[in-house]
């Protein structure tokens, strides 16, 4: 296969006729061009390895850990019944636990990895089509923003989704079709909605075309590239999930308080949230009239299409968008950033240039410390799943009776299932796995007062997640008590979730024996 690296930098007798180009001597070299890419990588590997495994599992970490574990045949009839969306990524991590077990460190390295490789593609691309230091600060960036962290330290696809992504554009940049077509393939087979960077790249192209560095022939197997990536990463997704849209029920419809929070996820915080947005177009605007205009071709697009795409949709139709869905743009946000410092510096003499973008990485980091204290706090995952089972474990008995309500509660059980060793899951109907679902269901109400009959005590991990469990759930308790049990402890784990212990106010004398 021959590679067709794209052109840089331009001259401008290569231009439009009329258009005249700024031309600037590069940036002094920061480190070797194979080398460049290894610090970033190293920033992004120990940041996500950084307190690890300290966060408990949120539900969907649970379901990743919990899928993983089952049988290639179980895992098939999950996907016909639900997450079919998430079959490769769980397929992925099934093989890995086959060699590594089940356990946090191996749910959560995986996207660790992929994180710091991220780093390093991305700057080795703003490198190619940039300049070395814009290079460097756009890795750099990139490592430092929390929401970047929280996905490295997270057992979901993103982080892959989001090298996926970027391996995409180093492929693009090399006009490496075939290599292209499967890293966005891959991305795609691991979350659809990694197909919006297909519109990314494609004014990518358009904008290089327009720039003289690309022709209709690159255009054209780009578009055949593109279609097959789609057509083998998506297609089968699809065909498998056709019945599964109904899981997206949870997502409201974006508002302005979304927006604002991608903003200032985008920069690190929402105090860096004008000065980055600032420094991204005044870096475009720079980059657009200099020798690096190839790299702000590619990051505008990436860095704005798939939200704003993503955020049309959500508002017009069916309620979509998630921000950790497009997590993958923040690779073009970093690009404009690296260009904007570099832009900003640029007529400072080489060792002040590289100290003062150094400083606004710094800075972004030292703005944004508290969230990523946060993120590695116990509950920086969102979900309390470990307190909730920690409760069990440390003051149940052997036989203890536990019930989960509502059901999906059952996934602090999936992801400490040593935890609840001693207790029996009364309420459990049937066997998830053999049934196709995530976290199992809970049998009717009517069946309560059999299921606990040979039990005295009762372990209730509750949660009020929205109004419409609250019925059900009351009516689960109102069962329980019926039944003869009394409250005799509760541990407020959230101002909505709690454990509660249930005893038979009379137990009698074969249950006491």
Known sequence: MTTRPLRRPLSPAADEPGRTVQQSAPPPRTLPTRLLPAV???????????????????????????????SLPDLWTLTAHVDAVHGLYYLLLHLEFAVTGPGVLALRLPSV????????LLTAVAARVGNRRAALFAGLYWAVLPQVSRYLQEGRSYSMVSLGVTAAAWFLIRRQWVRYAVALALAVALNLLAGLSLAAFAAALLLWRRQGAADGRALLRAAVASGAALLVGAAPVLWRAHSESA??????????????????????????????????????????????RELAA????????????????????????????ILYCFVGVAWL???GLDAAVR?????AALAVGLVFVVLTASLGL???????????????????????????????????????????????PGYFRDTADVLLAGDPARLGQLHGANVPDSRIGALLAHYDRVWVIWGRLNEATVAPTKASLAAIRTEGFRLQDRWRITSRQDVILYVRAHPSPELRG
């Not at 990588?41 to 919990?66: Q, V």
């Not at 990895?113 to 390093?120: D, N, P, R, S, Y």
């Not at 979304?258 to 420094?279: H, K, T």
């Not at 007529?347 to 060792?351: E, Q």
């Open 347 to 351: 007529r400072l003499p080489s060792p």
């Open 298 to 325: 590619l990051a505008l697009p990436l860095a704005l299409l798939p939200p704003l795409l993503l955020l049309a949709v959500s508002w017009l139709d069916k309620p979509m968008y998630v921000e950790r869905y």
């Open 113 to 120: 990895l992929a994180g710091a490789a991220t780093a390093a």
């Open 370 to 416: 508290a969230e990523q204290r946060h993120i590695r706090g116990e509950d920086g995952h969102g979900d309390p799943l470990q307190r909730l089972a920690r409760v069990v474990r440390d003051h149940a008995r052997p036989g203890d009776a536990v019930v989960f309500l509502p059901d999906d509660r059952r996934y602090a059980e999936e992801a400490y």
């Open 40 to 70: 970033p990588a190293l920033l992004a590997l120990l940041m996500g390895l950084w307190h690890l495994t300290t966060p408990g599992m949120w539900r969907d970490e649970a379901a990743s850990f919990s899928a993983a574990q089952r």
């Open 247 to 292: 899981v997206l029920y949870w997502i409201p419809r974006p508002d302005f308080p979304a927006v604002r929070q991608l903003a200032a996820d985008m920069a690190g915080s929402g105090a860096m949230a004008i000065p980055v947005l600032l420094l991204l177009a005044y870096g475009a605007w720079s980059a657009l009239r200099r020798r690096e």
């Open 337 to 339: 950033v690296g260009l």
